[in-house]
C-alpha cells in the first residue's frame, strides 16, 4: 500500500498524516509506504512503483490530480485507489461518508469495499472526480481562494457571499445528450455538473441525489432572476433544496455541451479561466475506489 502525500502541505496536515499512517499500521495494514509529490513529474515518479493500492492523503485537488495521471497512463483500471480527506474542502470525502479525522477514514478504508465508481472527462482531456460547475459557483471558488490560508474551509462560504453580490449571470448553450436544456437568450447563473452531492466544503449541495455509481453526469443548470431570487437560491443551494425552484433545470445525462460567454470553471476545485465551450462525457466504474462498508456510493450516510 502506497500512501500519496503533497510535499507542500502543512503542519497540520503532516501531523494528521502521521496519526492516520499510525493507525494503518497498529491495524495491520501490511507494508505502508508514504511517497511525497509536489506536482504532476514527481506524481508520475511515484506511480511507477507499480503500486496496485493507493491511497491519497489530501483532498479533492490531490484527488484529482491523481485520476488524471492515471488517466494518462492508462491505468484507472488497474489500480485501487482510497483517500485520508486532508484537505480543506474534501467534498467526495463527504459526499461517500469518509470520516473527516485522520484515525476514522484509516479505520473507514481498511473496513471499506472496493468499489467501480464514475468519472467524467471532457474533450480536452480533463478528468473530474467530483464536480464541476461554471459561472457563480467557480467565481465563489475564486474567491474563497483568496483566503483559503486565513479561514480555511470557512472561505468557502465567504467567497459565495462575496461572488453573489455582484452576480449577473452568463449567457450559455447547454446540451444533454445532444438535447437543448437552455439557450443563450436566457441568463444563467450556475451549471453544475455532479458526480458527488458537495461543493465549497460542504457548503454547497450542488444535486442531492448525485452518486457516484450511477453512470450518469447529474446536472444542474440555474438561471439568473433578480437579486433577491439569488439569494434565496443561495440559501436553498446550501441546504441542498434548489431543485424545488422553477428557474432549476436538473436531469441525468450520459453526455453534456456547454457553449458560452468566457466564464471561469471549477473542475474539483481547480480554477480554468477563460471557458468558452466545453463537452463531457461519463465514464462509468471507471475507477476502483474504496468506500465506507454499507454507505451509499456518492450520498450522504
Not at 12 to 20: F, K, S, V
Not at 138 to 167: H, N, R, Y
Not at 249 to 273: H, I
Request: aromatic residues 6%; contains cysteine.
Amino acid at each position: 500500500m502506497l500512501v500519496i502525500s503533497n510535499s507542500k502541505a502543512g503542519t497540520n496536515e503532516d501531523t494528521q498524516l502521521r496519526i492516520a499512517v499510525g493507525e494503518l499500521t497498529i491495524a495491520g495494514a501490511e507494508a505502508v509506504e508514504v511517497a511525497y509529490s509536489s506536482d504532476a513529474k514527481e506524481l508520475e515518479e511515484v506511480l511507477d512503483g507499480g503500486h496496485e493500492t493507493l491511497l491519497v492523503a489530501g483532498g479533492d485537488g490531490s484527488l484529482h490530480a491523481l485520476a488524471n495521471a492515471l488517466y494518462r497512463r492508462g491505468e484507472l483500471g488497474e489500480r485501487t485507489v482510497g483517500l485520508l480527506p486532508l484537505g480543506t474542502g474534501n467534498d467526495f470525502a463527504r459526499g461517500l461518508g469518509i470520516p473527516l479525522d485522520p484515525v476514522g477514514a484509516a479505520r473507514a478504508f481498511l473496513a471499506g469495499t472496493p468499489t467501480p465508481l464514475d468519472l467524467f472527462v471532457d474533450d480536452t482531456g480533463e478528468v473530474t472526480v467530483n464536480a464541476v460547475h461554471v459561472g457563480i459557483g467557480a467565481d465563489s471558488t475564486k474567491e474563497a481562494a483568496k483566503w483559503k490560508k486565513v479561514l480555511g474551509p470557512v472561505s468557502f462560504p465567504v467567497g459565495g457571499l462575496i461572488a453573489g453580490w455582484a452576480a449577473q449571470g452568463y449567457r450559455m448553450m447547454v446540451e444533454a445528450d445532444d438535447e437543448l436544456v437552455i439557450g443563450p437568450r436566457h441568463k444563467v447563473l450556475m451549471a453544475g455538473l455532479a458526480n458527488g452531492r458537495f461543493i465549497g466544503g460542504g457548503s454547497g449541495t450542488l444535486d442531492p441525489d448525485a452518486r457516484a455509481d450511477n453512470g450518469t453526469i447529474n446536472l444542474v443548470v440555474s438561471r439568473s432572476r433578480g437579486f433577491w431570487r439569488r439569494a434565496a437560491h443561495a440559501v436553498r443551494l446550501h441546504r441542498g433544496t434548489h431543485p424545488m425552484e422553477i428557474d432549476v433545470y436538473r436531469r441525468q445525462a450520459r453526455s453534456v455541451t456547454l457553449v458560452c460567454e468566457s466564464v471561469t470553471a471549477s473542475n474539483d476545485g481547480e480554477l480554468f479561466e477563460n471557458v468558452t465551450a466545453r463537452s463531457w462525457h461519463v465514464l462509468p466504474g471507471a475507477w476502483t475506489f474504496v468506500v465506507p462498508s454499507g454507505a451509499p456510493h456518492g450520498s450522504s450516510v
